[in-house]
T-cell receptor
Framework: DAMVIQNPRYQVTQFGKPVTLSCSQT?????MYWYQQKSSQAPKLLFH???????NEADTPDNFQSRRPNTSFCFLDIRSPGLGDAAMYLC???????????????FGAGTRLSVL | KQEVTQIPAALSVPEGENLVLNCSFT??????LQWFRQDPGKGLTSLLL?????REQTSGRLNASLDKSSGRSTLYIAASQPGDSATYLC???????????FGRGTSLIVHP
């Protein structure tokens, strides 16, 4: 059974039209991460939550926002998508964010975002 | 700032070959290193996690080694199969933030 679930798998939006991607987890993990991955590139961390504490990467554009209403769910909001935001968006979780086995990351299947 | 490099970027081998994928990192003060598999258009699946105190980890036909002093890890795949075709990424956890740094991956094709 999938432990990290992302919806939808594919999302098409129009230039400038807000879009929300969803991630849920059944692992009861403390940490949830959002990554952006473009073709043949490494996943790029946008932000992560440790419980309710939000941690934004310094180079994440303001156009990207996130919400974590409870332990199980985390959302990625793109306020005004541009053509350059078309990518795969990956959600991951880990039990903890300290060193060692507790930081094994579990990924969802991803959401492929297209911007027209 | 930690940097992770994976060589080669792409690899094509016939079925049955044993092969080695390489991952190098610039800051040897790591907490752990994780190898992932990514199928086209899919998320990442964790294969192996090596703690900084460990030298290697094994799972089935996969063996990952870690040499912190030289900043290297290798993923050894024995008796490769077409089903092994995927992109393999390594990620290193280091520094105060504990956030993993990913390499770009090695795209592997195993042809029958």
């Amino acid at each position: 059974d999938a432990m990290v679930i992302q919806n939808p798998r594919y999302q098409v939006t129009q230039f400038g039209k807000p879009v929300t991607l969803s991630c849920s987890q059944t692992l009861n993990h403390n940490v949830m991460y959002w990554y952006q991955q473009k073709s043949s590139q490494a996943p790029k961390l946008l932000f992560h939550y440790y419980d309710k504490d939000f941690n934004n990467e310094a180079d994440t554009p303001d156009n990207f926002q996130s919400r974590r209403p409870n332990t199980s769910f985390c959302f990625l909001d793109i306020r005004s998508p541009g053509l350059g935001d078309a990518a795969m968006y990956l959600c991951a979780t880990s039990r903890d964010n300290r060193g060692g086995a507790k930081n094994i990351q579990y990924f969802g299947a991803g959401t492929r975002l297209s911007v027209l | 700032k930690q940097e992770v490099t994976q060589i080669p970027a792409a690899l094509s081998v016939p079925e049955g070959e044993n092969l080695v994928l390489n991952c190098s990192f610039t800051d040897s003060a790591i907490y752990n290193l994780q190898w992932f598999r990514q199928d086209p258009g899919k998320g990442l699946t964790s294969l192996l996690l090596i703690q900084s105190s460990q030298r290697e980890q094994t799972s089935g036909r996969l063996n990952a080694s870690l040499d912190k002093s030289s900043g290297r890890s290798t993923l050894y795949i024995a008796a490769s199969q077409p089903g092994d075709s995927a992109t393999y990424l390594c990620a290193v956890q280091s520094g105060g933030s504990y956030i993993p740094t990913f390499g770009r991956g090695t795209s592997l094709i195993v042809h029958p």
